[in-house]
T-cell receptor
């Protein structure tokens, strides 16, 4: 069995301040982990992915995430928020080689205040 | 490549009518996924295909839903008869290569059943 928990449904930050979006997972298998971003009325775009290589993963638009097996976490961070980062972010877990068991988190809406 | 193309972008239909959603995956991708997104349930994987063959349809909510992939460049998701609770955004996604390759999403079809 596997699950993913996004700990905050809404996060609000000021422009230029750090972003932290939290994700915890559970999986009976070695997981692959992804973060997707969805801007209003748009499809989902991949930000970054972890697939059992380096534990610190860098993605697009300055985002990065660190896989911490001991904490079963895959939190998404960015040093300085930009207005264009306002969107909804989804944490996704699948077992390595097992896309049929893909599980999406409920999503975190990021608001960036000018 | 134009990415994953879905049509229509918006669909409003009356309860009891048949609805057909269409998807053109990225050329060369051998996996195709159908997702449904609602406020209550978030993103749910409905069904996925590999090389045009349905692999896992356990996410399809009931017999009113059916999906086909007659060739590598086209898939349909059909709801017959439609009900108001089917109102959601339906996403198609495709991926290529190994199972760990990220999925590329279409813009989605917003379905409203009245």
């Amino acid at each position: 069995a596997q699950s993913v928990t996004q700990l905050d449904s809404h996060v609000s930050v000021s422009e230029g301040t750090p972003v932290l979006l939290r994700c915890n997972y559970s999986s009976s298998y070695s997981p692959s982990l992804f973060w997707y971003v969805q801007h209003p009325n748009k499809g989902l775009q991949l930000l970054l992915k972890y697939t059992s290589a380096a534990t610190l993963v860098k993605g697009i638009n300055g985002f990065e995430a660190e896989f911490k097996k001991s904490e079963t976490s895959f939190h998404l961070t960015k040093p300085s928020a930009h207005m264009s980062d306002a969107a909804e972010y989804f944490c996704v877990v699948t077992p390595v080689g097992g896309y049929q068991k893909v599980t999406f988190g409920i999503g975190t809406k990021l608001q960036v205040i000018p | 490549d134009a990415g994953v193309i879905q049509s229509p972008r918006h669909e409003v239909t009356e309860m009891g009518q048949e609805v057909t959603l269409r998807c053109k995956p990225i050329s060369g991708h051998d996996y195709l996924f159908w997702y449904r997104q609602t406020m209550m349930r978030g993103l749910e994987l409905l069904i996925y295909f590999n090389n045009n063959v349905p692999i896992d349809d356990s996410g399809m909510p009931e017999d009113r839903f059916s999906a086909k992939m007659p060739n590598a460049s086209f898939s349909t998701l059909k709801i017959q008869p439609s009900e108001p609770r089917d109102s959601a955004v339906y996403f198609c996604a495709s991926s290529g290569g190994s199972m760990n390759t990220e999925a590329f999403f279409g813009q989605g079809t917003r379905l409203t059943v009245v």
